[in-house]
């Protein structure tokens, strides 16, 4: 069983930077292949980022160039490091890791508002 605790949200004008961060527990943390998605209102669950346990990552075209994910291993963290915000970025942002089963953190809500 592996818990994912997402931390770093809030509000921020547009153009600002935030850092999310996923804390997971558990074993074998390293060979989970771990992404962040976000919600917005009123709308379906989309994938942001994603990271393999090779450290290979890819990006949702509207994240391409301003976001970059990141895994600590040792420390059992991934990143989501988000520049040059936007309001439609706005939404709660979830920590999702898959190693046989998936599993998903609590969420946290970015807004990103003048």
């Known amino acids: 069983q592996v818990q994912l605790v997402e931390s770093g949200g809030g509000l921020v004008q547009p153009g600002g930077s935030l850092r999310l961060s996923c804390a997971a527990s558990?074993?074998?943390?390293?060979?989970?292949?771990m992404g962040w998605y976000r919600q917005a209102p009123g709308k379906q669950r989309e994938l942001v980022a994603h990271i393999n346990s090779s450290g290979d990552t890819n990006y949702a075209d509207s994240a391409k160039g301003r976001f970059t994910i990141s895994r600590d291993n040792a420390r059992k963290m991934v990143y989501l490091q988000m520049n040059s915000l936007r309001p439609e970025d706005t939404g709660v942002y979830f920590c999702?890791?898959?190693?046989?089963?998936?599993?998903w953190g609590q969420g946290t809500q970015v807004t990103v508002s003048s």
């Open positions: 558990g074993s074998f943390f390293n060979l989970y292949h």
């Open positions: 999702n890791g898959i190693y046989g089963h998936v599993y």
